[in-house]
């Protein structure tokens, strides 16, 4: 079934340590997207890429960096995680087509850092 | 930026029409208006897309007035399945730093 698929599903960190939440699609599509969704606050944009080679700032980057080498992949990296970066995480993916952008969104990966 | 409000939660019971407003004074010319649905555990989903009028599909239908600073969700006879958040997105593929969604209108039906 085409979609997106995260990785970890769940994951709980110390303070301190790299982590690297994972995001595959297989829809071929341009643009790629991580949110972060904190109870209260709704789903917040940490980083973009409009397409392969390209990547943007979000409204919540900072602690967090992305890498978009090939269509498929989009990880998002913490390099020092904190516990303000507990939340649940999703990936989220669109063709990028002009206009009428509709996202699809992977099931999420909920990371705690203690 | 096209900032969005919603309302925080709405209650309805089954059978009822759900009409969710989302207000966005500053929308852009480019910009389409997306709704999407979340339930617990799980990424949120399209529902519906509009320019402009209104737009009508197999779960919802879509009311955009002519000035587009607002649109209205419609959830025809809901039922306790429907209970989740619905989340407002204005923007488009060129601004892709645009695509930031509000805080969502939590929905509970009630039997």
């Known amino acids: 079934i085409a979609g997106i698929t995260q990785a970890p599903t769940s994951q709980i960190l110390a303070a301190g340590r790299r982590m690297t939440l994972r995001c595959t699609q297989d829809?071929?599509?341009?643009?790629m997207y991580w949110y972060r969704q904190d109870l209260g606050l709704g789903l917040r944009l940490i980083h973009y890429?409009?397409?392969?080679?390209?990547?943007g700032k979000g409204e919540v980057p900072d602690g967090y960096s992305v890498s978009r080498a090939n269509t498929d992949d989009f990880p998002l990296t913490l390099a020092s995680a904190v516990p303000s970066q507990t939340s649940v995480y999703f990936c989220?993916?669109?063709?990028?087509?002009?206009?009428?952008?509709?996202?699809?969104f992977g099931a999420g990966s909920r990371l705690t850092v203690l | 930026l096209a900032k969005t409000t919603q309302p925080i939660s709405m209650d309805s019971y089954e059978g009822q029409e759900v009409n969710i407003t989302c207000s966005h004074n500053?929308?852009?010319?480019?910009?389409?208006i997306t709704w999407y649905q979340q339930f617990p555990s799980q990424g949120p989903r399209f529902i519906i897309q509009?320019?402009?009028t209104k737009v009508t599909n197999e779960v919802a239908s879509l009311f955009i007035p002519a000035d587009r600073k607002s649109s209205t969700l419609s959830l025809p006879r809901v039922s306790l399945s429907d209970t989740a958040v619905y989340y407002c997105?204005?923007?488009?593929?060129?601004?892709?730093?645009?695509?930031?969604f509000g805080k969502g209108t939590m929905l509970l039906v009630s039997p």
């Open positions: 890429s409009n397409t392969a080679g390209t990547t």
């Open positions: 509009g320019y402009k």
């Open positions: 997105l204005v923007g488009d593929a060129a601004g892709y730093s645009t695509l930031t």
């Open positions: 500053n929308i852009a010319t480019n910009d389409y």
């Open positions: 829809m071929r599509h341009n643009a």
């Open positions: 989220a993916s669109s063709r990028g087509d002009s206009g009428a952008n509709v996202l699809t």
